[in-house]
């Protein structure tokens, strides 16, 4: 059986791989006249299956005119010649399966330790736009910015990690009626002046004026006409929105610290209004904006699309999300000149992004490669942490959550948890906990957060990961440091077991970039520790004889190195102690 993920990717950087699928494939050609076949490499689930396979001989059997079997044994004839193969055979209706020598394995080490340092930056190449955690001022970040976050974190990690010049953009909702909704609210119920008040302040504020709209419509009204002063620059108006922007920040910003959280650039809707007016010209100029019911600006779509018209301009003139993320775009385009844009945007938001993209399609703007980073929706398997104030479950309130029963949980284990302090163990602890619950799964799917799982030091967990790299740390400081390996004539079952899962590690890491998967690399991280940890318990270390116990030690550090690489990837961070 073959792992899912494919391991294309994972041993391309394996100079031995291209001799071998060279040596294959003029043994195609020559013996069965198959050319233009790409041999490829994948990793058995089975360690005892070989260390690497190839379904070469299924794939090209009809284009033969021969059984797999028969193409799979003169692949096997030619590998087994090969100096860096241990064994070949024939394994299935036609998998040809291989072990590499001892030397061959050793030899690759060198790639994971390359593996782990960040790659020179591509100057010569354009710059990707990564936008994403995208929280409305004036109310506290809830739980599910932590999607849009944490996804949009670990990938521009990634990016930059493999070279890429990597643009990362906060783009805020800033701007809307609401502020003229709260500006009302604030003139009549609030009970202090603005900027002493507190995000909690103003989302009580917010929530009371949707409550008392429902007796009083005119509300509504006076909200609409207070935005359209701020729209007009009444200076008033215009203060009091600075100083709910400069609240909502400063709270913000002490989660994002939590988070490890971090932007090029913080740019709200309102860095747009002066930007919009020409691209609605443009638009109508070129067509692609055409009057629509009442007088507002639409845009039309094929009868194919299946997608309804879009609103480019209400019909009282106002702007919306769209008009906005037409001028982000071309402001974009216009100055960074990316050569990709991927917006992380939760999945109820689909719609609007094919009709964005498919607008600035019809415009005919020269584009960058638009992509939305779809995730599904989170929920919490413990129905105690159901919404609260405000229709908002607050992610500090989460956060919080986490910390606490972090440190239940390691009171609980007592004196086999090893730290100096505590509290910000328990931090660590919590924090990667609710990130790794979300980064472990498939973004694409709903998700369920489950605490006892995400706590967990048995599991696909983050302490597990945390764990396990103190754990690899505390045994290389009792080595003593790192020696010269001498020649090792062989390698135990868990050893070539650990060495196979990091030579990996380049390969994840350039599958999690391409595919905007985080789970990918947070999967791999479990796969780690769990064949390291069997191989702990397996094979000795630190009394080991020599040259085992050198090469041991080094595979030790060597995975955690990988460890802590891919877990800052991910934004968890992982104690030396524990």
């Known amino acids: 059986m073959i792992l899912s993920i494919s391991f294309v990717h994972k041993l391309a950087f394996y100079t031995m791989f291209s001799t071998l699928s060279d040596s294959a494939q003029s043994a195609l050609a020559e013996t069965f006249g198959v050319v233009d076949v790409e041999v490829k490499w994948e990793r058995p689930q089975d360690p005892s299956h070989g260390d690497a396979a190839t379904p070469v001989a299924l794939q090209c059997a009809k284009k033969a005119g021969k059984s797999p079997r028969e193409i799979a044994d003169r692949l096997v004839e030619v590998l087994s010649a090969e100096s860096d193969i241990e064994k070949a055979e024939v394994a299935g209706p036609g998998y040809v399966n291989i072990w590499l020598t001892t030397d061959a394995l050793i030899r690759t080490l060198g790639t994971v330790r390359s593996a782990c340092t960040a790659k020179v930056k591509r100057e010569n190449e354009a710059p990707v736009i990564i936008e994403y955690s995208q929280p409305n ?95 007009e620059g009444d200076p008033d108006l215009r203060k009091f929105w600075q100083s709910v922007v400069d609240i909502t920040m400063q709270e913000m910003q002490t989660l994002y610290d939590r988070l490890h959280i971090t932007f090029d650039y913080t740019q709200g809707e309102s860095f747009y209004e002066d930007k919009m007016q020409p691209v609605i010209n443009e638009g109508k100029e070129k067509g692609v904006f055409i009057e629509g019911e009442g007088g507002a600006l639409i845009v039309e779509f094929s009868e194919e699309s299946n ?154 967990s983050a302490p597990y990961l945390q764990y396990t790299h103190a754990r690899a740390k505390s045994i290389v400081e009792k080595a003593g440091g790192l020696e010269g390996i001498e020649s090792i004539d062989s390698l135990s079952t868990k050893e070539r077991l650990v060495l196979n899962t990091l030579l990996q590690f380049s390969g994840v890491l350039h599958d999690m970039q391409r595919s905007s998967m985080p789970h990918i690399l947070a999967n791999y991280l479990y796969e780690l520790c769990r064949d390291y940890n069997s191989f702990y318990n397996e094979d000795p270390i630190l009394k080991a004889d020599e040259p085992a116990r050198s090469f041991r030690v080094h595979l030790t550090n060597l995975t955690a190195d990988v460890l802590k690489t891919g877990a800052d990837i991910l934004t968890i961070s992982v104690p030396d102690r524990m």
């Open 307 to 460: 997608m309804p018209p879009a609103i480019v301009v209400k019909a009282d003139g106002a702007t919306i999300y769209l008009t906005r993320d037409l001028a982000t775009i071309l402001y974009r385009v216009s100055t960074i000149k990316p050569q990709a844009i991927s917006y992380v945007v939760d999945v109820a938001q689909s719609l609007h992004f094919k009709q964005l993209f498919a607008t600035v399609e019809k415009l005919g703007w020269d584009l960058p490669r638009l992509e939305h980073v779809v995730f599904g929706r989170m929920s919490f398997a413990d129905k105690s942490m159901s919404t609260r104030k405000g229709n908002i479950l607050k992610l500090q309130d989460v956060l919080d959550e986490a910390h606490k029963r972090a440190l239940i949980v390691i009171n609980e284990h007592g004196e086999k948890i090893q730290t100096d302090d505590v509290d910000q163990l328990a931090e660590i602890m919590g924090q990667g906990a609710v990130v790794y619950g979300v980064l472990s799964q498939n973004r694409k799917m709903d998700m369920i957060f489950d605490w006892d799982k995400a706590l967990s030091f048995d599991g696909n």
């Open 137 to 231: 001022i004036a109310k506290p970040l809830g739980v599910h910015h932590i999607l849009s976050t944490v996804i949009g974190q670990s990938l521009a990690n990634v990016s930059r990690h493999l070279g890429y010049n990597t643009v990362t953009i906060n783009h805020l909702g800033d701007w809307g009626t609401q502020f003229g909704k709260l500006a009302v609210a604030l003139e009549k119920w609030g009970e202090k002046p603005v900027d002493v008040c507190t995000l909690d302040d103003l989302l009580e504020l917010y929530v009371r004026f949707h409550k008392e709209v429902e007796n009083d419509p005119t509300l509504e009204d006076a909200g609409r006409e207070a935005f359209r002063k701020l729209e």
